[in-house]
């Protein structure tokens, strides 16, 4: 069974700071997709970026990156330069061969001026 | 355009009521999915549609119904829901079924059962 495990509940940054949010995975597929979104308080999941299991480059998009460690089976999410407007819930998610993303619990981000 | 769109965006409704959300999408989309999610957790699969066809359902009570009637457009029909159905309810799409394919959620339907 797939498994994503995000041992942050809650993470305080501010502005202008990198944060880290931590997640690992488990899983007995060869083939799988790593994903990260955020949910602000209004409640719509947010897209940010995608991993896969044979990418052998980190996955950037702009002031996210992803640090994949197949090997210890992480895919923390790194934020550069923390907004206000990234304080959100972020969520890790795993897709195999099934269809359904398996979520972590989430991660609460809270950025201060 | 990574649209998805749900409506209502809130919904109160008695246990007696009958009620749909409805959902869709104009990217060409051939997978839609059905997620519940309660406050402060992550949300949970309900249905997976592909091609229009009811690929996956997890062990959801009758009182949800879901219906594809093509392939941009996902409802879900609810009649004689309880308090605890109370909750954010996610419509998802993405190109297909692959792992790699990334889900495009819509803003939700934010549902409170009396």
């Known amino acids: 069974a797939q498994k994503i495990t995000q041992t942050q509940p809650g993470m305080f940054v501010q502005e202008k700071e990198a944060v880290t949010l931590d997640c690992t995975y488990d899983t007995s597929d060869q083939s799988y997709g790593l994903f990260w979104y955020k949910q602000p308080s209004s409640g719509e999941m947010i897209f940010l970026i995608y991993?896969?299991?044979?990418?052998?480059q980190n996955a950037t998009e702009g002031r996210y990156s992803l640090n994949f460690q197949k090997a210890r089976k992480s895919a923390n999410l790194v934020i550069s330069a923390s907004q206000l407007g990234d304080s959100a819930m972020y969520f890790c998610a795993m897709r195999g061969p099934r269809a359904a993303l398996i979520f972590g619990k989430g991660t609460t981000l809270s950025v201060s001026s | 355009d990574t649209e998805v769109t749900q409506t209502p965006k809130h919904l109160v409704m008695g246990m007696t009521n009958k009620k749909s959300l409805k959902c869709e999408q104009h990217m060409g989309h051939r997978a839609m999915y059905w997620y519940k999610q309660k406050a402060k957790k992550p949300p949970e699969l309900m249905f997976v549609?592909?091609?229009?066809?009811?690929?996956i359902n997890e062990s959801v009570p009758s009182r949800f119904s879901p219906e594809c009637p093509n392939s941009s457009l996902l409802n879900l029909h609810l009649h004689a829901l309880q308090p605890e159905d109370s909750a954010l309810y996610l419509c998802?799409?993405?190109?297909?079924?692959?792992?790699?394919?990334?889900?495009?959620f819509g803003p939700g339907t934010r549902l409170l059962v009396l």
């Open positions: 549609y592909s091609y229009e066809k009811l690929s």
């Open positions: 998802a799409s993405s190109q297909d079924l692959g792992f790699q394919e990334t889900q495009y």
């Open positions: 991993q896969g299991s044979y990418d052998e």
